[in-house]
């Protein structure tokens, strides 16, 4: 069974930086493809960025430019490295990793204040 635990969120002012982090168990990491995305109030849940077992990256528009997505796979880790965050960026963000079945954290609440 895997699991994923999510860390690094937190409050932070418009302008500064948070790192997401997204620590998984099992042996299936390296395989698959990882990803964060991210669920405003009242709205639904949308992608910020994946990366594949690859490494090729894919982002947002609204976050191109501004946010990172790594992995490590020596530490079974996806990251999310987020600059220059807006109010707009608040919102509770989820990783999700990705092989013949999608395994979902549990998510990590990112507010960012005007």
């Known amino acids: 069974q895997v699991q994923l635990v999510e860390s690094g969120g937190g409050v932070v002012q418009a302008g500064g930086s948070l790192r997401l982090s997204c620590a998984a168990s099992g042996s299936i990491f390296s395989a698959s493809t990882a990803g964060w995305y991210r669920q405003a109030p009242g709205k639904q849940r949308e992608l910020v960025a994946t990366?594949?077992?690859?490494?090729?990256?894919n982002y947002a528009d609204s976050v191109k430019g501004r946010f990172t997505i790594s992995r490590d796979n020596a530490k079974n880790t996806v990251y999310l490295q987020m600059n220059s965050l807006k109010p707009e960026d608040t919102a509770l963000y989820y990783c999700?990793?990705?092989?013949?079945?999608?395994?979902w954290g549990q998510g990590t609440q990112v507010t960012v204040s005007s």
């Open positions: 999700r990793i990705s092989w013949y079945a999608d395994y």
């Open positions: 990366i594949s077992r690859g490494g090729n990256k």
